[in-house]
């Protein structure tokens, strides 16, 4: 809502400056949803991307935004509206 709000016109990422694994995230939304999901590992591919997070200067900068809440807590609103 805040850049709906704004004059800021692009991207920008939207995060909390902290990591989350997949497992994580996943762990996250069984807890959440209730659902218990199989899950399938395999060999890293090669060239893959092993780490990556989100640089949310321009979210924190042009929009004046900071995240006021963790993941968790965040999908748990989303998944209460």
């Known amino acids: 809502m805040v850049a709906l ?7 920008c990422n939207v995060g909390t400056r902290g990591t989350v694994t997949l497992l994580q ?16 590992f395999d060999e ?3 060239g893959g991307i092993v780490h990556s997070s ?11 935004f900071t995240t006021q809440v963790n ?7 989303l998944l209460d509206e």
Do not use: T, Y
């Open 44 to 46: 890293p591919r090669e």
């Open 54 to 64: 989100a640089v949310v200067e321009r979210m924190n900068n042009d929009l004046g």
């Open 71 to 77: 993941l968790h807590e965040g999908l748990q609103l």
């Open 5 to 11: 709000q704004s004059d800021f016109n692009g991207a």
């Open 25 to 40: 995230l996943i762990e996250i939304l069984e807890e959440l949803c209730g659902w218990q999901v199989e899950k399938n």
